[in-house]
């Protein structure tokens, strides 16, 4: 059987195992909050150690904390973001509190571990108690927050990195199929001619549009209300600490990190938060589109569109052999539709704040946690596995462009709009070409008909003038 210290909170006694680094906090919430079965998400970990440690170093720097124990503090903190003993954060990601659980996880065990490196007992918190020493001149209300946009900060870096590793992929293709010419489509019907490389440069151009917002997202997020303690003035909190120790944290963490100007603004309100969302979902939309857009344009490969032809990863019918089946852009697919919901879900929660504090940040960062993994996962693989690998049916498009009635739109402006409209009418009646039908009703020549309908003019602006035709 296991063995038992006895530890207490403000609500009584309970019993810990007596080799645990967690306390009675942490314990209690382990029982009341087992929702998702997840751990907390290490970045948030990370975070809130750094958030400890920071917060140690300017607690000590102005007297508030004897150096031994600032030291042990800091040591603790460290041991534990070098990996050691994280199975002692016990607490879900989803808890009430506002997060209160996940702080005084931190405080027992960094507490702990500070108390037996400084010769004392697990649970005793004679040397280092978990609020008087390694929460001084904090709150739940602004260490959680701060914890939690650092850790957004560094999981947008990642999602940056990756999109701009997809970014360079579609521009590689863009340059690979310049000159592959297709009939550009709009309500699936065919339009007017186009080059596959158009198509996948305007791919790349939405998302590094995307990759912007990403920047002007940790820009938000930089700015933080640590030191604003419970609501934001500061109570409990050393005047000279509460204007340092943002910079210490900045310096801890390498982050350019800047302290809210109002620090009952930077508690009430998370809108820098709901808008790394929103950026998050329309990067999502983003990547749904095209993904939506490399189905559609590989379907086939017999009785469908088939323009380009996507790799095979795996084989896609338990029942019909050979079949092949887009699987990485339908992943891509539904790793959008999950971004999209959990925008909702942190719109929600964010609304839902009230008064002087938002009760909400665990899911609401629970929630933007997977939305930026997922996503980082779904753009590696939608690179390595498929947008790489693309193949353009070059001959089978050009052959389409040949034959297709949207070329009489670049006629147009030479024959007139009525007698373009009866030519592509009579096209589509009688399957005959475009071209065939101009030269017999002697609207153009072959000569005149070979200017005009050069593709690499085509799908470019410009009308042809009439000396550049004879």
């Known amino acids: 059987m296991t063995d038992f210290r006895i530890e207490h909170d403000s609500l009584g006694e309970i019993k810990v195992d007596e080799n ?9 919430a382990k029982d009341n909050f087992n929702i998702t079965g997840y751990s907390m998400d290490d970045k948030f970990i990370d975070a809130i150690l750094e958030v400890k440690k920071a917060c140690a170093i300017e607690n000590g720097k102005i007297g508030l904390l004897s ?10 903190c460290e041991n534990l973001l070098d990996g050691k003993k994280r199975d002692s954060f016990i607490v879900d990601p989803i808890q009430g509190g506002a997060g209160t659980s996940f702080n005084m ?63 360079d992929s579609l521009n590689k293709k863009a340059e690979e199929f310049a000159d592959v010419y297709k009939m550009g489509r709009t309500q699936l019907q065919d339009a007017i001619p186009m080059s596959l490389g158009q198509e996948f440069a305007a791919y790349s151009k939405v998302l590094s549009r995307d990759v912007n917002r990403f920047k002007n997202a940790i820009e938000a997020l930089s700015f933080v209300n640590l030191g604003g303690t419970a609501i934001g003035t500061g109570l409990n909190a050393d005047e000279r600490y509460v204007e340092e120790v943002v910079e210490v944290l900045a310096e801890v963490t390498g982050l350019d990190l800047k302290q809210n100007d109002d620090l009952i603004d930077g508690t009430q309100n998370l809108d820098s938060i709901l808008f790394a969302s929103s950026v998050l979902k329309t990067f999502a939309a983003s990547l749904s589109k095209i993904s939506n857009d490399l189905r559609l344009m590989s379907s086939g490969p017999q009785t469908g569109i088939f323009d380009i032809k996507l790799p095979a990863r795996q084989a896609g019918s338990s029942i019909m052999p050979g079949k092949v089946n887009p699987v990485i852009p339908e992943v891509v697919n ?64 050009s052959k389409e462009v040949e034959k297709s009635v949207g070329l009489i739109t670049a006629l147009a402006p030479h024959i007139g709009y009525e007698k373009s409209s009866k030519i592509a009418k009579k096209a589509l009646k009688t399957g005959d070409s475009i071209r065939d039908l101009v030269v017999e009703e002697n609207l153009l020549s072959n000569e005149e008909l070979d200017k005009i309908l050069d593709f690499k003019k085509m799908i470019k602006p410009g009308i042809l003038d009439e000396e550049d035709l004879f």
């Open 20 to 28: 645990a680094l967690y306390g009675a906090n942490s314990w209690r």
């Open 67 to 76: 150096d031994k124990k600032t030291e042990a503090i800091i040591k603790a």
């Open 105 to 167: 996880n931190a405080n027992e065990v960094i507490a702990n571990m500070a108390e037996q490196n400084l010769g004392g007992n697990l649970g005793e918190y004679k040397l280092i108690h978990p609020n008087d020493h390694v929460n001084k001149g904090q709150s739940t209300n602004d260490v959680i927050p701060t914890s939690g946009k650092i850790a957004l900060i560094r999981y947008f870096e990642q999602l940056i990195d990756e999109a701009n590793k997809l970014i």
């Open 334 to 397: 539904q790793v959008a539709f999950l971004v999209i919901g959990n925008d909702v879900s942190v719109t929600m929660a964010v609304e839902a704040g009230q008064l002087e504090l938002n009760a909400f940040e665990p899911v609401i960062f629970y929630k933007l946690f997977e939305s930026l993994r997922t996503l980082k996962g779904a753009i590696y693989t939608l690179r390595v596995n498929c947008i790489d690998n693309i193949i353009a049916n070059k001959e089978e498009l």
